[in-house]
């Protein structure tokens, strides 16, 4: 069996699986880490699955000595990108052993699609032993979510603001992708399915079904 048909055989399990972070896959390829990762990108792009999990690659370096190179792998369902970032360690001390993590999207470009949602009012009552209190409390928030007057898509939204746009602003300049939100036109969060069971087997719309059947 070659090395591609290998590397492909290992990753249908990793894609036939749920998104665990905690996956990892070695491979002893005698090969350059240019090469798996090529490999791994060619049928990750076309799999069209989510997926996390780590890859250490004891390639045409270990035959030097300096062992694995490790990687992170992160792909989305509905994007054919395939995000690749290597793995550091601390050096020295104590934590000599941990992972440095660095998350990088690489301009990955994502799909918001909502509906409005507004901020809420809540009432809190009160009561002690032998005499009620009764005490009303309101708390009006900024909307989370204003997406309106949009076209006849959802997109070019006239209407475009909240508390999930500023957070997606934030995380975008430090995650390094960007997204783009649009309104749901049928006007359905879809947090019940339209048939069949309440999983993933049921057939959902709106938001939700966004998410499960895009």
């Known amino acids: 069996m070659t090395l591609f048909q290998d590397l492909r055989e290992t990753l249908s399990v990793v894609t036939g699986t749920k998104v665990r972070k905690s996956l990892l896959i070695t491979l002893s390829s005698g090969s350059s880490s240019g090469d798996v990762i090529e490999m791994t990108r060619s049928f990750l792009s076309a799999a069209d699955r989510s997926s996390f ?84 409390v309101f708390s009006e928030r900024p909307p989370y979510l204003t997406i309106e007057n949009c076209d006849e898509d959802g997109r070019n939204c006239a209407d475009n603001f909240g508390i999930h746009i500023d957070l997606f602003r934030l995380l975008e300049r430090t995650l390094n992708f960007t997204t783009h939100s649009y309104r749901d036109m049928t006007d359905d969060w879809g947090v019940l399915p339209k048939s069949g069971p309440h999983n993933i087997s049921g057939e959902w719309g709106g938001v939700v079904g966004e998410v499960l059947q895009p």
Do not use: H
């Not at 690489?106 to 009764?134: A, H, M, P, T, Y």
């Open 53 to 136: 999990f780590y890859l250490a690659n004891y390639g045409a370096n270990n035959a030097a000595g300096t062992g694995a190179e490790w990687f992170q792998v992160l792909t989305l369902l509905g994007q054919d990108k395939v995000i690749v970032n290597p793995l550091r360690f601390a050096e020295g001390g104590s934590n000599a052993f941990c992972v440095m993590e660095e998350y990088d999207l690489q301009g990955l470009d994502v799909i918001s699609r909502s509906l409005s949602w507004q901020g809420i009012q809540f009432e809190v009552k009160l009561g002690k032993k032998r005499k009620n209190i009764s005490a009303s």
